[in-house]
């Protein structure tokens, strides 16, 4: 059985009792998370469950992260609630299963390493706006049923029972790691409310969890060209949606741990989690960083306490339905809130007035995007959008020429800086073509010709020259550079002076 196990954690040490108390804790939290995003979605609790525990199985055993928990989340619950609405729960399935496929290509294509692109605020600005979310989520617990805040005896014991979770979460730990706090924490709640038979939330007053193991099921709709053009969009936001909160989660558990995840056999499994799904009445997911952070926080470092987790709700759903839903949410609150201040980027707040301020821009804005939309995607696309922006325009300003005549009378301009479409019109202004003699040479041993507009950029200095009859060659180009403007000779025609002692710098660095 060891062996076994050692297997899928790539015979890494595993402390088996670590990382199943810590399964156990992730499956409790997970009952509220997704019944709660199954509602989102407007489908039924089960949908939510079903979709956890394949996605929590599949992604454990063949993930590209152990330790990592996914499951149905709210960024996915989001995407299909449309769907959910005029068209119907078939719909959905299948449009899980499309966007299981893009992922998977996502990840054969090596997609994943594209994640590389989301500079460091991006990451801190999702990761608080994440934060705030999953608090401000919390809140609706502090509600009753018909939505007016609890009042009198229920709001002093209900956050009373939060507290008590809290300080068990945040001090046990200091005292000892022999067990996990977090479970700790509901157990002793869950005998509080016992003991002192207090009147309280629990998870069955959310919905039942009752049921059998998933149903395998195709979805029951007509295989046409409509139904593909229908749900595609909603497939290809779903898959890059998953892809993005996946591979962040990734990036944020590989940090904490001190290890390197795989990204694109992470988006290998993700994919292969949701087509399961699909099929077997899911709604589809994605990794959770909430959950995730519990299993790394409780000490979990290898694929046992997923796979622990994923069986466990099983067991919940098909057995353990009525003891489950006597859990009390002020537990599984007092929990996740604990969770939303542990992901808060708390040393974010210090480099305020120490990051540049596009940098802390950028984190603000993301943060807030995610925190208010719920959208998780388009904040990192927001973020990564404005922060190739902020590169441009600072590497557009660096672009230099310095400028000498030689003993032959030949005049040269070495450039500084990329020449890029940001660049074009600094490096157009650098050169006197009527005051210069009749012979030019640009060198660009310290540049790089990136783009089109760079390869247009020099037809047209090459054109102002050539009419008022002088002659200009290009120098110390790399050998990149050198293929982009062949690429490019029908479309313009440059001379590029030979220089075959010449090598670029990277070229010599291994």
Not at 363 to 391: D, E, K, Y
Not at 442 to 461: G, H, P, T, Y
Not at 471 to 476: A, I, M
Request: charged share 15%; with cysteine.
């Amino acid at each position: 059985m060891k062996n076994f196990f050692n297997l899928f954690d790539f015979n890494q040490r595993v402390d088996y009792k670590t990382e199943v108390l810590s399964g156990v804790t992730v499956a409790l939290a997970l009952v509220p998370e997704a019944v709660a995003f199954a509602f989102i979605a407007g489908l039924s609790p089960l949908t939510g469950l079903y979709a956890a525990f394949v996605m929590g199985l599949v992604t454990s055993i063949l993930g590209g992260r152990p330790g990592m928990i996914s499951g149905a989340t709210g960024a996915i619950a989001v995407v299909i609630v449309t769907l959910a609405a005029t068209q119907g729960v078939e719909y959905v399935f299948a449009a899980v299963i499309l966007s299981g496929l893009i992922q998977i290509l996502a990840g054969v294509v090596k997609l994943g390493k594209f994640i590389r692109l989301v500079p460091h605020p991006v990451i801190f600005g999702f990761v608080n706006g994440l934060a705030i979310i999953i608090f401000l989520s919390q809140l609706d617990q502090f509600k009753t049923s018909e939505g007016e805040w609890l009042s009198g005896t229920s709001a002093y014991s209900f956050t009373g029972l939060v507290l008590l979770a809290m300080a068990i979460i945040w001090g046990l730990p200091k005292l000892t790691k022999a067990v996990p706090a977090t479970l700790t924490a509901i157990l002793v709640v869950f005998v509080v409310v016992a003991l002192f038979g207090l009147e309280t939330k629990t998870v069955g007053d959310i919905a039942s969890i009752k049921g059998e193991f998933p149903p395998f099921h195709i979805p029951n709709l007509p295989i046409t060209w409509d139904t593909l053009i229908l749900i595609f969009p909603y497939s290809l936001i779903m898959a890059g949606v998953g892809l993005i909160e996946s591979l962040l989660t990734l990036n944020i558990v590989d940090e904490i741990t001190e290890t390197r995840g795989r990204g694109n056999k992470e988006a290998v499994a993700q994919g292969l989690a949701n087509v399961v799904s699909g099929f077997f009445s899911g709604m589809g997911g994605c990794a959770m960083i909430g959950q995730s952070l519990i299993n790394i926080s409780s000490g979990a470092r290898a694929r046992l306490s997923g796979i622990v987790a994923s069986l466990m709700l099983l067991v919940f759903i098909r057995f353990g339905s009525s003891l489950i839903e006597q859990v009390p949410m002020a537990a599984l609150t007092g929990l996740m809130i604990m969770v939303a201040i542990g992901t808060f980027e708390w040393a974010s707040l210090r480099t305020f007035t120490k990051m540049p301020k596009k940098d802390v821009f950028l984190m603000v804005l993301v943060t807030g995007v995610t925190a208010v939309l719920h959208n998780l995607a388009l904040a990192v696309l927001i973020g990564v959008v404005l922060a190739a922006l902020f590169f441009a325009w600072d590497n557009a300003k660096r672009i230099r020429a310095r400028k000498f005549t030689d003993d032959q009378g030949v005049k040269h301009y070495e450039i500084f800086g990329p020449l890029f479409f940001g660049s074009t019109s600094a490096f157009g202004e650098k050169f006197d073509v009527y005051n210069d003699p009749k012979e030019v040479i640009i060198d660009f041993a310290e540049s790089r010709v990136v783009d089109m507009s760079a390869i247009e950029a020099l037809n047209k200095i090459t054109e102002r020259y050539h009419k008022v009859g002088k002659k200009v060659q290009l120098r110390h180009l790399s050998p990149d550079c050198r293929r982009l403007l062949a690429n490019a000779d029908e479309l313009i025609e440059i001379n590029i002076l030979e220089d075959p002692t010449y090598k670029l710098a990277v070229d010599t660095l291994a």
